[in-house]
């Protein structure tokens, strides 16, 4: 029944070790998303990918490279992992002619 | 994208309508007014958005001023779920990114 799917809900690592998030969407939507919040609790986004182009990037770092085998999935891969990457990274997804975003329960990420 | 003003916290009695302001002087002719929900622990969820004309659906109703430049959301009779931030974002059509705010507090109280 989930919508939009994160994996893992709770991320603790060292600083400089790789890390990954999941996202999954079974909506048959053709445009997903990563956001951040961080600590203040702004929520940004990062990346936007249309049937699995790059469609926004907005300066995040390059150490966070964003990867999409298809078109229900995008996955977030983060290099050199560094303390002020701990933040709730929330997936979400759309038609690109929609409104609504449908976003993920989120994967909390603490970097140590 | 315009931006929007919203209180930071706002309190509102269980069972009574909670009118939730947002401000967005800077409004385009074609942008139009998002309201998203952020309930605690959750991801945002969307609540409804219009263009320049009053909208309803089975979440909130939104109120737009005649001149565009501010809106209302407004939750009929609020419960003690409807506890969360609220975000009002203004938003070009067909425009991929949600630009979100620091959103109000509302508080439901028993």
């Known amino acids: 029944d989930t919508a939009v799917s994160q994996t893992p809900k709770y991320l603790v690592t060292q600083m400089g070790n790789d890390k990954s998030i999941k996202c999954e969407q079974n909506?048959?939507?053709?445009?997903m998303y990563w956001y951040k919040q961080d600590s203040k609790k702004f929520l940004k986004i990062m990346f936007s990918y249309n049937n699995k182009e790059l469609i926004i990037n907005e300066t995040v770092p390059n150490r966070f490279s964003p990867k999409s085998p298809d078109k229900a999935h995008l996955n977030l891969h983060i290099n050199s992992l560094e303390l002020g990457d701990s933040a709730v990274y929330f997936c979400?997804?759309?038609?690109?002619?929609?409104?609504?975003?449908?976003f993920g329960p989120g994967t909390r990420l603490t970097v140590l | 994208d315009a931006k929007t003003t919203q209180p930071p916290s706002m309190d509102c009695a269980e069972g009574r309508a909670a009118n939730l302001p947002c401000n967005h002087s800077t409004i385009s002719g074609n942008e139009y007014v998002y309201w998203y929900r952020q309930i605690h622990s959750q991801g945002p969820q969307y609540i409804i958005h219009g263009l320049k004309n009053n909208e309803t659906n089975e979440m909130a109703s939104l109120i737009i001023t005649e001149d565009r430049k501010s809106s209302t959301l407004i939750l009929p009779h609020a419960t003690l779920r409807d506890t969360a931030v609220y975000y009002c974002?203004?938003?070009?059509?067909?425009?991929?990114?949600?630009?979100f705010g620091q959103g109000t507090r509302l508080t439901i109280n028993p």
């Open positions: 909506l048959g939507h053709d445009t």
């Open positions: 979400a997804s759309s038609q690109v002619t929609a409104n609504e975003q449908f």
């Open positions: 974002i203004v938003r070009q059509e067909g425009a991929q990114k949600l630009v």
